[in-house]
């Protein structure tokens, strides 16, 4: 019996879009190029049969290692539509990391581009494994056929390798299908977009990126604005020249470009909506937000590479508290869990997620994945409550949380009231052993580094007597410590990505002393 193509992520993000719709803008790349969603399809149709002919064929698995993101959006999609799995590497991994990825991978073939030459020449010949190396470029598919490929992967096969951050140990693969990531693919149907809608996002589409930017963005019918780079002084060059309504970014950005005084006198009005996810959105930030675009709605959504943008919610007009991140987005579960694994309510624990998005499992590692399904659930470690009504609020990693006191609190309330403080751009806590004797020993003192907004300087004395007033004692910094940046994990977005606490207790730990 034949499979319906629309089971296939490549036909149903890309195709569907271009049979319906084939003279609506699709993508504009580097304010360079433009697609429409026929060109678009045509141009990934003629990748899939140039990787065809190189020996790709269905089921095979393909380390890509891609930095250009016309290049990462034609071959993600082109090896969609021919059933081929894709190991989505990051190409600002250290050299070792992905030599390390690409050997567990059990990939056979590996797709690159010009901007890695110099990586894969250093890493070839220690991959014995890989039978097919593959460079794409601007022309390489000029002779290729522009017809639809055959079809192959639909529903639960295996789409990609898409893999975790790695902060604490070697990335894990997290399995996505054809079927979670379609679920992912519906992140924007959720949220208020017109048929002038324009998303614009920078090379973060590798990895999870992928589904969760540039296949909702096609799959709701918007125009995708890619760049090479999504940092601040980019993103204010852009929006503007693309009229950009529609963004998704991390807190932090945010506080890296309203930190400074460039920003002041760019048009950024024509953003409509903002979500925000990865960390806390504190009222002090979202005030700035609000203070500068005032005519955008902003969203905080939760999720995990295991299982993307699970909730989702507004919270600058009440539909959901600041703070929270919403309810589970259509089709989607969270609860919270005590320790036995019982679901509460207005407490504390585990939170839990579910929904057709979810992962499979960690590729090759059945302790891990077992570790973190239960039934349907997925339980990655993050702590938070649910309201009555359903409403998430996350309160942040277990091995974030301090213990100061015999007391636990979460780090972003220390950097919440620090953030509000004049003159603070953005702000950093984390809990460092306190050896003193007598002691649990697992109390800490609570590090806290700071970073001063443009044309501001920050005095650590001051800023103590002012946290004494906002904090409870066992909330209070034991050390700050006023610094030029906050370290972030490289994410490739060429803004600051997740907040890096255990780079600021290595970097700044030491000046606790015992």
């Avoid at 600041?322 to 005590?338: E, K, M, P």
Wanted: glycine letters at 10%; a negative charge; aromatic letters at 6%.
């Amino acid at each position: 019996m034949a499979r319906s193509p629309y089971g296939n992520y490549g036909h149903a993000i890309l195709t569907a879009a271009a049979m319906s719709t084939p003279d609506r803008v699709a993508l504009t790349y580097c304010g360079e190029r433009s697609f429409t969603y026929d060109e678009l399809n045509r141009s990934v149709n003629r990748r899939a049969h140039a990787l065809l002919a190189a020996g790709v064929t269905p089921g095979m698995r393909v380390a890509a290692l891609l930095n250009e993101t016309l290049h990462v959006a034609e071959v993600y999609l082109a090896q969609a539509k021919i059933g081929a799995v894709t190991a989505a590497l990051n190409p600002y991994w250290p050299v070792d990391t992905l030599r390390a990825v690409v050997e567990r991978s059990g990939c056979t073939a590996f797709v690159y581009d010009s901007t890695v030459e110099q990586v894969v020449a250093e890493i070839r010949p220690s991959l014995p494994a890989i039978t097919t190396w593959i460079k794409v470029g601007a022309s390489d598919t000029s002779d290729a056929s522009e017809e639809e490929p055959p079809l192959a992967g639909f529903h639960d096969d295996p789409l990609a390798l898409y893999y975790t951050s790695g902060t604490t140990g070697l990335p894990k693969p997290v399995v996505h299908t054809h079927a979670s990531s379609l679920a992912t693919a519906q992140i924007w149907l959720d949220v208020p977009r017109g048929p002038d809608a324009v998303f614009g996002t920078g090379a973060i589409i590798w990895g999870i990126g992928f589904p969760a930017i540039v296949g909702p963005a096609l799959y709701a019918g918007m125009r995708l604005v890619l760049e090479q780079d999504w940092g601040p002084a980019n993103f204010l060059r852009v929006v503007p020249r693309e009229r950009v309504t529609h963004v998704s970014q991390i807190p932090s950005f945010y506080a890296a470009l309203l930190g400074s005084s460039e920003h002041e006198a760019v048009d950024l009005s024509s953003i409509r909506v903002i979500m925000l996810g990865g960390e806390p959105l504190t009222a002090t930030m979202l005030g700035r937000i609000k203070e500068r675009l005032p005519g955008a709605g902003v969203y905080s959504y939760y999720g995990q590479t295991e299982a993307p943008y699970t909730c989702m919610g507004r919270v600058d007009d009440g539909s959901a508290p600041l703070g929270s991140s919403g309810r589970a987005r259509t089709g989607n579960a969270v609860r919270v869990t005590d320790p036995s694994g019982r679901r509460v309510v207005d407490e504390v624990g585990e939170i839990n997620l579910a929904g057709p998005h979810r992962m499979t499992g960690y590729d090759g590692l059945p302790d891990k994945t077992a570790e973190v399904l239960r039934g349907a659930w997925y339980v990655g470690g993050d702590l938070g409550s649910v309201s009555p009504d359903g409403v998430l609020r996350v309160l942040g990693r277990r091995e974030d949380a301090i213990l100061k006191g015999g007391v636990w609190t979460q780090p972003v309330a220390v950097e919440e009231a620090a953030a509000a403080l004049d003159g603070v751009a953005e702000a950093g806590a984390v809990g460092v052993p306190a050896h003193v004797e007598g002691q649990d020993a697992a109390e800490q003192r609570i590090l806290l580094a700071v970073v001063a907004r443009s044309g501001h300087s920050l005095d650590a004395a001051k800023l103590a007597l002012a946290l004494d007033d906002k904090l409870a004692p066992h909330q209070r910094p034991d050390r700050i410590v006023v610094a030029d940046t906050l370290p972030h994990f490289e994410d490739a977005s060429g803004g600051p990505g997740k907040l890096l606490r255990r780079e600021i207790r290595e970097q700044h730990g030491h000046l606790l002393g015992s």
